[in-house]
Each structure stands twice: as structure tokens, then as C-alpha cells.
């Protein structure tokens, strides 16, 4: 089987968990070899910059300082578990990856994008996504989701950020995927779970 390396970004509240969960249901079926795993997170130290970028006041940190510890999370990442990964031939399925930093803290946040993209340059490198799927969705329809999830009242300090930033989100991922139509790919999140798995299988099955 070819190795993909698949990654799965979007606003709050999209439903890509379960869809990555799901995706690699599928997966595994037709007889992948699997890496699922997170961002901000995915190795012990990752996980540890996660807690402090999820908890706390919504103003704890700077834009560009959210970037900087996202990015030093992402080296020990890339490094431990997906470069490994991709090297013995396994697909990585990671939830989040280097679009969520250029959206979160560069389009709503305001971060510079020119630091963004010395900070890609360097970590990222040629190491990028065959493919990103986008899960697009009303921040407000979002939002709502994110509240009524059994773990809302823990990691929910990007939820608190307020709808305008919420709406700059969104606008961001949908500005990533007009640059990069061949990588990204958008996926409609407004439907069920099911309908919104196949549409998801509909564009990885291109791929495979």
C-alpha cells in the first residue's frame, strides 16, 4: 500500500475527530498500515505544550507566541512519529497540522505571515500533506457543537475567543484552500456523520 500522509483541519465544533476515526476504519480495511495522531500534541512533550495552549485565559498568550509553541511541539513531532511513520511506509492520519497555525494565529490571530512562513520553512520542510481535508462549517453552528461536547468544559480556550475570531477562522482555511487547490480539499461538515464520512471517503479514495 503507498504511504499518505493525510492531515484534517478546521474551525471548532467540525467534527473532525470522528471523521478521522472513521476515515481510519476505512483505512485499515482496505489494508493500510496506520499512524493516527494529534496537533498540538502526538508525543509526550507535545502533549504538555498542548495543555498550555488549550487551557487558561483566552489572552494568556500573544499570537506569535501561540505560533512559537506550536511550532516546537510540531518539531518533536514530525521527528518522533510522523517522519518515522512515513519512512516505514505507514499513513499518518493527524488531526491538525501546520494550516491550523497559519489560520488560528495568523488569519484570526494576526501573527505576521511572513514569521509563519520562516517557521514552516524550517520545521515543515518538504515533510507536508498529500493531502488536507478542510471541514468548513457556520462558526455559529460550530461553536454550539463544541459547547455541548462531553469534554467542552475542558480544552475550550480557542472556543472562548469570540465569534468575530471565529469567523476570521473560517475565512482563513477557506483563503489556505483557494492557494492550494491541489493539496486541500473541502469538506462540507453541515451534514450528518455518515453523509459527511462519505464525502470524506469520496476524496481520499481519489488518492489512494
Not at 77 to 105: G, K, N, W
Not at 199 to 204: C, D
Amino acid at each position: 500500500m503507498q504511504a499518505l500522509f493525510i492531515t484534517f483541519e478546521g474551525g471548532e465544533g467540525t467534527g473532525k475527530s470522528t471523521q478521522i476515526k472513521r476515515l481510519g476504519e476505512r483505512l485499515s480495511a482496505a489494508g493500510h498500515t496506520l499512524v493516527v495522531t494529534r496537533e498540538p500534541g502526538g508525543t509526550p512533550e507535545a502533549e504538555a505544550v498542548r495543555r498550555l495552549l488549550v487551557n487558561g485565559d483566552v489572552t494568556r498568550w500573544t499570537a506569535k507566541s501561540e505560533a512559537l509553541l506550536n511550532y516546537a511541539a510540531r518539531e518533536q513531532h514530525l521527528e518522533q512519529v510522523i517522519r518515522p511513520a512515513l519512512a516505514r511506509e505507514e499513513t499518518v492520519l493527524c488531526d491538525r497540522f501546520m494550516d491550523s497555525t497559519r489560520a488560528y494565529q495568523g488569519y484570526a490571530g494576526g501573527c505576521a505571515p511572513a514569521f509563519i512562513d520562516a517557521l514552516e520553512q524550517a520545521v515543515v520542510g518538504p515533510t507536508r500533506p498529500r493531502l488536507t481535508l478542510i471541514f468548513d462549517l457556520d462558526p455559529v453552528v460550530g461553536l454550539e457543537r463544541a459547547r455541548t461536547r462531553g469534554d467542552a468544559l475542558s480544552e475550550d480556550r480557542y472556543e472562548r475567543k469570540g465569534l468575530s475570531f471565529h469567523r476570521k477562522l473560517r475565512d482563513g482555511y477557506l483563503d489556505i484552500l483557494r492557494r492550494d487547490p491541489k493539496r486541500c480539499r473541502l469538506v462540507d461538515a453541515a451534514g450528518s456523520i455518515d453523509e459527511v464520512a462519505e464525502s470524506v471517503w469520496s476524496i481520499v479514495s481519489t488518492f489512494l
